[in-house]
């Protein structure tokens, strides 16, 4: 009885050091992003909705760099949230609706990702996406792609291939997790994921050419407001299943290599967002 008694407390204890360590690296990882970065970030209540039947929580997070961006920022936010709330009525489906709140990101200028993507040093935009179940650890991800308009829709596509066992390939292959470039870009034409026409112009804007155009002809780069290192993501909770997803996109650092394939950053996000989402559960 007495050894049984010191188990079951060394459990709780071992359960609280756990906690204890979350909270910690969640409060640590939170201050980091604020000093570093120096931005103004939109209050807690800004990044969720509460969302009925099972999906409680979609976190979207975006670091703001001008704070005389914040409104336009805030309000892309709570669009990209209205969005998931209503496809998750529609679907009830907890992940698509995630990827649905992101691609409204995508879409928006204002973020590092999709239609706001950075420019490589020739040019061009690779963007770069990654989906993640938090329960099972499956994830999937596409990088350096051009023409995918929605690249977290790629991703998420990948996802469900590669997670569906019941279909493996022919001669004993499996389905892929990560792919890159045009294998990416034609893998996501097959899947009837919408890719732009057949043009070099993709994701690029006006002002993101006139950025280029004036960084590329200087021998050192300074920074300005062209040094966007956001991402764009999210995080939902399913109550009635327990099941936690994470999603991510972004364009890239300004003037890449062409080629490089960043999408570690992406990973290590997964799990920025999974113990801040954690510290404001506990």
Request: glycine share 6%.
């Amino acid at each position: 009885m007495i050894k049984r008694n010191e188990t079951n407390f060394e459990q709780k204890q071992t359960k609280s050091a756990k906690l204890h360590t979350i909270r910690n690296q969640a409060l640590s990882l939170q201050c980091t992003v604020e000093q570093e970065v120096k931005c103004v970030i939109c209050q807690r209540t800004d990044f969720f909705k509460v969302l009925p039947q099972g999906m409680i929580v979609t976190y979207t997070m975006i670091i703001v760099h001008d704070s005389k961006q914040f409104k336009k920022y805030k309000k892309m936010l709570k669009l990209s949230l209205k969005t998931a709330l209503e496809t998750h009525g529609k679907t009830k489906d907890t992940l698509y609706s995630l990827v649905e709140a992101i691609k409204v990101m995508e879409n928006d200028e204002l973020v590092n990702a999709g239609k706001g993507a950075n420019l490589t040093l020739t040019g061009t935009t690779e963007c770069e996406s990654a989906v993640y179940h938090v329960n099972t650890q499956d994830w999937a991800a596409i990088t350096a792609v051009q023409n995918v308009i929605n690249p977290v829709f790629g991703a998420y596509k990948l996802l469900q291939k590669s997670s569906n066992v019941s279909s493996p390939l022919s001669l004993g292959r499996i389905q892929p997790i990560f792919l890159s470039g045009h294998g990416a870009e034609q893998w996501c034409k097959d899947e009837n994921v919408p890719i732009f026409a057949d043009t070099d112009e993709g994701h690029k804007t006006l002002k993101s050419e006139q950025l280029w155009k004036t960084y590329t002809s200087l021998a050192k780069y300074e920074g300005s407001e062209t040094k966007n290192h956001d991402t764009c993501g999210g995080i939902a909770f399913d109550l009635n299943t327990k099941q936690m997803y994470v999603a991510t996109s972004s364009g890239g650092i300004f003037l890449k290599t062409p080629g490089l394939i960043e999408i570690h950053k992406q990973i290590n996000k997964y799990y920025l967002f999974i113990y801040l989402f954690t510290y404001m559960l506990i």
